[in-house]
Nanobody, 125 residues
Framework: QVQLVESGGGLVQAGGSLRLSCAAS????????VGWFRQAPAKEREFVAT????????YYADSVKGQFTISRDHDKNTVYLQMNSLKPEGTAVYYC??????????????????WGQGTQVTVST
């Protein structure tokens, strides 16, 4: 059983930066691929970025490549999403998700065993 808790969301001006954190409880978190997804008002949830259990493989949505960076700290059981040059269209609730022994590529579709409660990111003009 894994519990995921996101933090780091908030209000930021366009062009600013935020770093989201996804802290996991439970053992063997390094066996889980972890992803970030977001859902804007009246829109479907969409993939943002994923990272493999080892941290060696990452995938990004085309819309955030070069702008967002996903990383993980195994000692802290935490996955981060560094978001730079934020745009108003980045306003959404951001969720982290984890799936046991799935690859980073496999998690892109959003099928995961565990999800966090989400953290709101609002980018103002």
């Amino acid at each position: 059983q894994v519990q995921l808790v996101e933090s780091g969301g908030g209000l930021v001006q366009a062009g600013g930066s935020l770093r989201l954190s996804c802290a996991a409880s439970g053992r063997s978190f390094s066996n889980y691929a972890v992803g970030w997804f977001r859902q804007a008002p009246a829109k479907e949830r969409e993939f943002v970025a994923t990272i493999s259990g080892s941290g060696r493989s990452t995938y990004y949505a085309d819309s955030v490549k070069g702008q967002f960076t996903i990383s993980r700290d195994h000692d802290k059981n935490t996955v981060y999403l560094q978001m730079n040059s934020l745009k108003p269209e980045g306003t959404a609730v951001y969720y982290c998700a984890a799936d046991y022994l799935r690859s980073a590529a496999g998690l892109v579709a959003g099928k995961a065993d565990y999800w966090g409660q989400g953290t709101q990111v609002t980018v103002s003009t």
